[in-house]
């Protein structure tokens, strides 16, 4: 008598995703603030403080719209079973059944 195992799919929680949204943002968005101010005071006539105020509101925008659309990306993967770690039994089981699928076609 064999027990059979259940497919174990592991799913990232909400605060997860919202976390590693965050983390990624300080980084991303440090990246967007040097490159803004580096790009608009050689570029530009601006002073100093113009140019800090400029890549300050570039990377303000910056951080809202990347952390919401991080966000909806990592949440809509995380739906996404493809590539997820399964149970090795039940693993097998669906690499068994997708060949014979597969045989039965051709």
């Not at 105020?53 to 951080?63: E, L, N, P």
């Not at 039994?89 to 076609?105: E, G, L, P, S, V």
């Amino acid at each position: 008598m064999t027990k059979e195992k259940v497919t174990k799919i592991n799913k990232d929680n909400p605060l997860r995703s919202i976390s590693k949204a965050i983390s990624w943002r300080i980084i991303a968005s440090g990246a967007t603030f040097l490159i803004s101010f580096i790009i608009f005071k050689q570029y530009t006539d601006k002073t100093n403080n113009e140019v800090l105020q400029t890549a300050s509101i570039i990377t303000g925008v910056d951080v809202v719209a990347k952390l919401l659309l991080y966000y909806l990306h990592e949440r809509v993967w995380t739906n996404i079973t493809w590539g997820k770690y399964w149970e090795r039994r039940a693993r097998r089981k669906y690499i068994k059944k997708m060949r014979k699928t597969i045989n039965n076609n051709n």
